[in-house]
């Protein structure tokens, strides 16, 4: 027999093995994929050491001092739900930059004079993994209150330069921040959605997360779901040198398809 033959005669049998595994899959599994774009505004500061050197840095305000401006971001989730539980990603591709001239600041043992003109750099990369419960919920509505745990691995990444000084800095590192969260659900009829969600995680006072939304939406169809909201995530760190305390905080808008 050719392999012209055994690819013939293997086509229907690969076809009746996908059928197969289409009708073994759980009838209560759902795919949800979600894009937001987030208009958030930045607020806080950093200090930012030169290795173990103390003295090696002062607070530089994220707006006054490094020029970080407002900009739009894409994020992006997937969500798999069986059953009661819920299994998701999200990537948050955090990239803000700017310039302006400060009043003064030392980054990473470099001295940026008050006046000299900044031009700057800051990506927080952040990647989210979650799990969840579905603890309560209403028949025939999208009423629900699930609870559950996270883990956050987020990178920071910053360039300063200095026109006047001369400077060009950088610093990154990553972290991974272990955490928990819970979302609400409240279905206002006529396919209306109110959604609040909160998580916090960390590894302690200092060295924590903070993400707080809520979302108004409006289901078009079966699979299709449009909000409008705000969100506002803290990162508070204080690792050696490297300390900061800053948020984003803004309106966004999310399409939901549900597969």
């Not at 998701?88 to 803000?96: A, C, R, T």
């Not at 924590?208 to 699979?223: E, K, N, P, T, Y």
């Amino acid at each position: 027999m050719g392999s012209g033959s055994i690819r013939r005669s293997g086509a229907p049998a690969l076809a009746l093995l996908a059928l197969a595994a289409c009708k073994s899959m759980p009838r209560d599994l759902a795919v949800t994929a979600t894009g937001s774009y987030w208009m958030p505004e930045p607020d806080g500061h950093v200090t930012i050491g030169a290795g173990s050197q103390p003295g090696s840095a002062t607070h530089a305000d994220l707006e006054h001092d490094l020029g970080i401006d407002d900009d739009a971001q894409w994020t992006g989730r997937v969500d798999a739900s069986f059953g009661k539980h819920r299994f998701g990603v999200e990537y948050l591709p955090f990239d803000l930059g700017g310039s302006g001239v400060t009043g003064g600041f030392t980054f990473q043992g470099a001295a940026y004079p008050a006046g000299d003109a900044i031009s700057s750099d800051l990506e927080l990369t952040t990647w989210v993994a979650r799990w969840d419960y579905q603890l309560e919920s209403r028949k025939r509505t999208e009423d629900s209150l699930r609870i559950g745990l996270d883990a956050w691995w987020w990178g920071f990444d910053s360039r300063v330069r200095g026109i006047v000084s001369g400077n060009d800095e950088a610093r990154s590192f990553t972290r991974l921040y272990p955490g928990a969260h819970v979302d609400l659900r409240f279905d206002l009829n006529r396919g209306l959605l109110l959604d609040v969600a909160a998580a916090v995680a960390g590894t302690g006072y200092h060295r924590h997360l903070l993400d707080l939304s809520g979302a108004l939406g409006w289901r078009f169809s079966d699979s299709g779901h449009l909000a409008a909201g705000y969100r506002w995530i803290e990162w508070d760190f204080d690792h050696g040198n490297d300390h900061g305390n800053f948020g984003l905080l803004g309106p966004f808008a999310a399409l939901t398809f549900r597969f």
